[in-house]
């Protein structure tokens, strides 16, 4: 019975943590487990995740500071450079990149935020800077379907400074399937992602369209930069 409760109590804690330290850092599923358990998780940069029921890892910029931490950058654009007028597949798997300073212009990828928000609840933060210099965000709950369903948006429980041009009744975004210039799934007649370029969840074009070819807009105003994070609502 010693030997049971010696194991159990000093060797099994030992072994757990070996483990722990040893593969913890390739298989950690968000930035708040970033934060919380990797050696350098409280400094914002690059780190790989792998959503729990992703196949592959992939690299993300953690947004580590402020009150908690743990945002993960989904999108960002603050300088025009990166072309968002791209393909349904090209949207499904994302491009561009930011580097280890969060600079340049990204699409973390339909199939990653669907992975990731389907975790548990997630909020989403949406963080505009218009010309003039004035800084606004959007919070909601959010989750992504699948592709089988079209990568579908749900949001709700807007609050924040920039208005809800998400949720909003009159032609939401909310429940709509995504859309880009080769897979036509809006609301209405015309194609609006070969309109106004990009791929958003539009419903009969837009109110809010982050990813449009000629840069942000929410609530009708073009945005000088953006930044979509994503992060667990559980602490
Ligand atoms: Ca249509």
Known sequence: ??????????LLPLYVDVRFYFFCPIVLPDCVDIFHKHTRGETSGLFNIKASAAADLVSVYCFQEGLLGGWLLVQ???????????????FREGFGR??????????????????????????????MQDGEGGVS??????????????????VSGYSGTAGDALAMSS?????????????????????????????WWYNNCQLANLNDGAGAVWDGRRLKSVQMFVRPAAL
Not at 1 to 10: H, N, Q, T, W
Not at 104 to 114: F, Y
Request: negative net charge.
């Open 1 to 10: 019975l010693y030997l049971v409760s010696f194991v159990m109590d000093e």
């Open 171 to 199: 032609a939401s975004h909310s429940g709509m399937k995504f859309s880009t210039w080769d897979r036509d799934n809006d609301a209405g007649a015309g194609n609006c992602a070969a309109t106004h370029g990009g791929g």
């Open 98 to 127: 930011v580097d280890a300073q969060g600079r340049g212009e990204v699409w973390l990828g339909n199939q990653n935020l669907h992975l990731l928000t389907s975790q548990g609840e997630t909020l989403l933060r949406v963080e």
């Open 76 to 90: 960002q654009r603050e300088n025009g450079l990166l072309n968002f007028n791209r393909t349904w597949a090209e």
């Open 137 to 154: 965000t959007a919070d909601y709950i959010i989750r992504v379907g699948p592709e089988e369903e079209g990568y579908p948006l749900h």
